[in-house]
């Protein structure tokens, strides 16, 4: 589970990191699409600048072919005028014609010539300024282009260190698969095993299960028949539903007991404290006794305060019996806690107690405001304190009926039924909270009211410290009822829940089974120090899982061996039946016998005394006695045979032949077979609890194997569960790697191809601006030249 737990936070992470390269991706698709764009237009206005510098280089050529012309037309010029001048010189002598013509010619000459200077000067400008032009956009081209070389080999970096990345990734992801299939098949096979262990398990409980039916079967017939005790109809009247003593649950009562006694004499020392804190506000405000007698009312009122330990005390001492009731050797539930009673009665005097000075603590903070000096505020507090008195005696009144309703199971039975018990508890914790919350609203008013008494001018050191002490008796009572309400919200499962209840019923325990299931107890605990041994040695794990791996291989050999003990156990009782019969039947074969031999010796003697008489006579009267005597016993036998009985019970069958002369050996055969019908009785409840006892303890192994199966079944859920989820994320993971690989190299190719084109292009930029470069200088040597 750890393993599979660290593959997925890895596959997680894994994951994370793909979306972050694969963003990363995007952007660099975005700048590489940008980069293209940018080159694109850069060729655009390297192909534009090449062709305004062609047609410059043709203007240029044009405009130099034109100068060349210029010059030569000058050159000419320049002759023509020093031919003129030297003929002009030479026919100065001539007319006025002439001489106003060559003036003429030569204005024109001079202005041709003026002109075609200043078109000389101008092509001279724009050819400087073409040239410098070309200079600027040679150097920003070389700017760009260099800074096209470092993004580049930036992108090239870039991408080189993504395609590391990346085949880093793809193979730990490649390393993670073959780690994942491995555990794949680790899981297929625990899988595997999970499941014959599981098949294995099933086909034990099924055995089981025939085994504990048809023991249980076996049991309830031995119980129907041979135990006629056992009262099945009226469960209350059954003296075998007596619960087992819970030791841990009366620990824990006495635990609870013993935090609400403190809990109780905290709150109890608190309440005194508050009311002997009233009794002395009373004699002081709003009149001072000392000084000026107090209404009749406040004396009233401060009688019956005086009184409050005659009503706080019980609570505390009843509450310290309860406590004392509960020991580790009682039986603690509502039926049989007898001294809650006497806390509920002692709880609703103090109600009653503090519904009587009701009236009178209204009246005297009705008192306090119609006094001279106390403002608005004082009086909205007065008021505010009537309505939180009003709640709390309210609050206390609930809490008397529950705590009553909780008490009447001990003194009458079924006064409660177990289904409302639940229901009484969270209403009395819910009225607990309740209690707390009106103190806790009390004790704020009344600390807003003494700080307002404490700015009136009439205020004495005596009430000002009186009012302190019954502030801390109302904090100590907020916290004591705080307390108390969590211990019983906390505590709710415990009180709600039923300790004790008769075994197969939902019925409540009632007192009779308590004090037997006591009874029990000190019996169980007589005979566990009378058959006391020193305990064995511990067993050491391995040992204890090598006898456990043993018992678990052997549990089909156990339950062959079971089957024969209890088939031998059948031959042995049926064996002890006939027994038992014939030793009856050789009981009264000797009774029979002796009875014959005495018959005998009686006739012989007879026989004797009549032959010592007289020999004729003597003969004739013995053979007449053993006539008389043969058709008397022939007699019998006749009425023997027709009045013979045979009796058939449970142990045997029993031929009875009831005679006038056997009269004693029916006493005695009976007294025999009373005793016998007795020890039968005796060996026959043995076996039943031998019986009874065996059957709880194969309904253990049951639910104990049944558990192991649930435990067993939810785990194969579970491992199926993620083995599906793995093989899942294997085929998502195997998916995206192919995906990934699948883009990147697409990306990669793709960043090939455009550096190649990117390496194409600077190769040609290059040429073109080494071409550039010759033509300019070549350009700028001619120009010198010029």
């Known amino acids: 589970m750890a393993n599979v737990t660290d593959l997925q936070t890895k596959y997680s992470k894994l994951a994370q990191e793909y979306s972050k390269l694969r963003a990363q991706n ?46 030569k037309r000058v050159e000419l010029l320049q002759e023509e005028l020093a031919a003129s001048e030297a003929k002009g010189k030479k026919g100065k002598s001539k007319g006025d014609s002439p001489s106003q013509h060559g003036l003429q010619t030569q204005s024109v000459f001079n202005e041709d010539l003026q002109k075609k200077i200043e078109e000389n000067e101008r092509l001279h ?13 040679e150097a920003e081209l070389k700017a760009r282009l260099e800074e096209l070389e470092k993004d580049s080999e930036q992108h090239q970096a870039v991408v080189d260190g993504l395609t590391t990345k990346y085949m880093e990734t793809i193979e730990r992801l490649q390393s993670d698969k073959a780690r994942l299939e491995v555990k794949a098949q680790t899981l297929e096979k625990e899988t595997k095993e999970c499941r014959m262990r599981t098949e294995e398990c099933q086909q034990q409980l099924r055995r089981c299960q025939t085994e504990l039916n048809r023991q249980v079967k076996q049991s309830s017939s031995v119980i129907q028949e041979k135990v006629p005790f056992n009262d ?64 009749p009312l406040n004396q009233k009122f401060s009688q019956y305060l005086h009184e409050n330990a005659a009503y706080v005390r019980p609570l505390e001492d009843s509450f310290l019996q309860l406590h004392q009731s509960i020991t580790e050797d009682t039986v603690t539930v509502l039926e049989t806690v007898v001294k809650l009673k006497s806390f509920a009665d002692n709880f609703s005097t103090y109600t009653h107690f503090l519904q009587k000075i009701l009236p009178y603590q209204l009246k005297s903070l009705e008192e ?46 079924d006064a409660l039924p177990q289904s409302s018990t639940s229901a009484v508890f969270t209403q009395l914790a819910a009225c607990l909270h309740s209690l707390h919350d009106a103190i806790k609203e009390m004790s704020k008013h009344y600390n807003q009211k003494a700080g307002l008494e404490q700015e009136l001018p009439t205020v004495t050191q005596k009430l000002s410290t009186t009012s302190e002490c019954l502030l801390g008796s109302l904090g100590s009572l907020t916290s004591s009822t705080g307390k108390i309400a969590t211990f019983f ?154 009045e013979a009985t045979l009796c058939t019970s449970l142990v045997g069958m029993l031929c009875t032949t009831p005679t006038i002369e056997h009269v004693g050996d029916e006493e005695s055969r009976e007294q025999l077979i009373k005793t016998h019908y007795m020890a039968r009785v005796g060996e026959l409840t043995t076996q039943l609890q031998i019986s009874d006892s065996k059957a709880v303890h194969f309904h253990s192994e049951c639910r104990a194997l049944a558990k192991r199966l649930a435990i067993a079944e939810k785990s194969r859920e579970t491992l199926s569960e993620e083995v599906k989820v793995a093989n899942q994320n294997i085929t998502r993971l195997q998916d995206e790697l192919a995906t990934t690989k699948r883009s990147y190299e697409d990306q990669l190719s793709m960043m ?21 470069k010759l033509g300019s200088k070549g350009n700028a040597k001619k120009n010198k030249g010029r």
């Open 489 to 642: 919200s906390n505590n709710l499962d415990f009180f709600t829940s039923s300790g004790y209840s008769p075994r197969g019923s939902t019925v409540a325990l009632n007192p009779l089974q308590a004090e037997s299931m006591l009874a029990n107890k000190k019996k169980a605990a007589a005979y566990i120090q009378v058959i006391k041994k020193p305990r064995p040695q511990s067993v050491p794990y391995r040992e204890a899982l090598s006898n456990r791996r043993v018992l678990t291989s052997s549990t089909e050999s156990r339950e062959g061996l079971t089957q024969q003990v209890q088939q031998s156990q059948e031959k042995i009782a049926r064996l002890e039946q006939e027994k038992e019969h014939w030793l009856l039947e050789a009981q009264l074969g000797k009774v029979r016998l002796e009875k014959e031999n005495q018959r005998i010796a009686d006739l012989e003697a007879q026989l004797a005394a009549a032959l010592g008489g007289s020999p004729n006579s003597g003969t004739a009267a013995a053979a007449s006695t053993l006539a008389q005597s043969h058709e008397e016993a022939e007699t019998e036998q006749k009425a023997a045979g027709k």
């Open 232 to 295: 099945t109809k009226f469960s209350d009247y059954n003296s075998l539903n007596v619960p087992t003593h819970n030791r841990r649950h009366q620990l824990k009562a006495r635990d609870v007991a013993g935090q609400a006694l403190s809990f109780i004499q905290d709150l109890v020392a608190a309440l005194l404290n508050f009311h002997s804190y009233t009794e002395q506000r009373v004699h002081i405000y709003p009149l001072d006794s000392s000084i000026e007698p107090i209404s």
């Open 125 to 137: 400008i724009q050819f400087y300024e073409a040239d410098e032009q070309h200079r600027r956009q």
């Open 26 to 71: 995007q952007v660099l698709k975005k700048g590489v699409v940008d980069e293209q764009a940018n080159s694109a237009s850069l060729k655009e206005q390297v192909k534009q600048r090449d062709q305004s510098l062609r047609k410059q280089e043709q203007e240029m050529d044009s405009l130099s072919f034109r100068n060349q012309q210029l010059a």
């Open 368 to 413: 306090e405001c119609e006094a001279p000096l106390c403002t608005a505020a004082l009086t909205a507090k007065n008021q505010e304190l009537q309505s939180d008195m009003k709640r709390l005696t309210s609050v206390f009144e609930k809490l008397q009926s529950y705590i009553n309703l909780l008490a009447l199971p001990s003194v009458r039975q």
């Open 752 to 772: 090939s191809d455009h550096l190649c084109s990117m390496n194409e292009t600077l190769s040609k930029q290059r040429e073109e601006i080494d071409t550039l």
